[in-house]
């Protein structure tokens, strides 16, 4: 097959991109930074992420998945079609792309990231489920006749599946992620002590001092923001046990989302998943005690996949070397000529 393979992970927060015989060759954030008055883009990507927050009214930065669903169908167009472009320079042959999606998308759902993909100028387009692409991403037996529970926090959603057989049994999408703990730490200073922060800085105090279970030892970082009070510039400091009640609500909201999926488990894959324990992948599994958190909270051992940001793309990686895995189990590709 003449192009590129190409296996995305198009995220609520990141884009990776795998191609067949060079690796992942891109991880960047999903944003793109468009003038207001004409729609044109003028950042995409690591460039948007530096100036989001930072822009006057003439700019405005843009995520266009959101919830782990495209939400804007035009912006998520420019972003993919940029990258292409970049990929493949002027080659005449379209790429063939492995589209990973959340789990418990609907059919409309699914067809706007096969038709952006498509636009966007992808030359054949198979979509395949997060779930089933982090379970292959993590190492597990395709074919396993046992069932594994999946569960990725992103940044945008955490994505629930049970997977056996190389297909999905049980899967929901709840739409709360990374990015919403990000918002909780936000309105919780500007609430309680009236100070303003960006959205760069609150994903850092997260990534810092944010905690799934209070830490042993309570840590504190310096900050810079803006006073509500008189709008000038402040740097204060925030600790680890302040941020601790704003994240917990937003968790309880993941973890509620996370046993309505095994409520309506068979019961015999509910025995699986307590054998074999919760696999956890995506970036906000990374916040410090999410594992022991969800331990606790579910009486499930939960193993932290070695490198939970990639084990999605890791997954549409192999299955980009090994196309028949989708004949086998039903998947087929799309052409635009195809798109209804
Ligand atoms: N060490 C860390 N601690 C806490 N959160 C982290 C850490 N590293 C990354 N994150 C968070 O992980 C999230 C991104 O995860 P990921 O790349 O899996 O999301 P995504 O695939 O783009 O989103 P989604 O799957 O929800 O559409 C961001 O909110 C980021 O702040
Ligand atoms: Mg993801």
New binding site residues.
């Given amino acids: 097959m003449l192009g590129m393979h190409v296996g995305i992970?198009f995220?609520?927060?990141?884009t990776i991109m795998y191609v067949d015989g060079k690796g992942i060759v891109l991880d960047e954030p999903?944003m793109i930074a468009v003038d207001t008055e004409t729609g044109i883009p003028i950042a995409i990507g690591n460039a948007a992420y530096t100036i989001n927050g930072r822009t006057g009214e003439n700019i405005e930065v843009i995520s266009p998945?959101q919830?782990?669903i495209i939400s804007n169908y035009t912006m998520a167009q420019h972003i993919l079609r940029y990258y292409f472009q970049r990929l493949c320079g002027n080659s005449i042959f379209k790429p063939t792309v492995i589209l990973t999606v959340?789990s418990g998308a609907t059919n409309l759902e699914r067809h706007t990231f096969l038709e952006v993909a498509m636009r966007a100028g992808a030359g054949r387009v198979c979509l395949v489920e997060?779930a089933l692409a982090s379970a292959i991403g993590v190492g597990f037996e395709n074919n396993a006749l046992s069932g594994r529970f999946i569960v990725?926090i992103?940044?945008?959603?955490v994505?629930v599946s049970v997977v056996t057989m190389g297909s999905l049994s049980v899967s929901k999408s709840v739409k709360v992620?990374?990015?919403s703990?990000?918002e909780a730490i936000r309105r919780y200073l500007r609430r309680e002590r009236d100070i303003l922060i960006g959205p760069q800085t609150a994903?850092r105090l997260?990534?810092c001092l944010?905690s799934a279970v209070p830490r042993r030892e309570e840590i504190a970082v310096m900050a810079n923001g803006k006073s509500g009070l008189d709008h000038m510039p402040i740097t204060f400091e925030v600790t680890s046990t302040e941020l601790y009640g704003c994240i917990r609500e937003r968790l309880d909201v993941m973890v509620r989302g996370i046993k309505s999926v095994l409520e309506i488990t068979p019961p015999e894959l509910v025995g699986d998943i307590s054998e074999n324990g919760i696999v956890l992948t995506?970036?906000?599994s990374?916040?410090?005690g999410m594992k022991r958190f969800l331990e606790s909270e579910t009486g499930i051992e939960v193993f932290l996949a070695d490198d939970?940001?990639y084990s999605?793309v890791s997954g549409a990686a192999t299955i980009v070397r090994d196309m028949d895995f989708l004949t086998e189990n039903g998947y087929s590709f799309k052409t635009v000529q195809q798109l209804s």
């Fill in positions: 992970d995220g609520s927060s990141s999903t998945v919830n782990g959340p997060e990725n992103g940044g945008g959603a994505d992620g990374g990015k703990i990000d994903e997260k990534i944010g995506g970036g906000t990374l916040l410090y939970p940001i999605c």
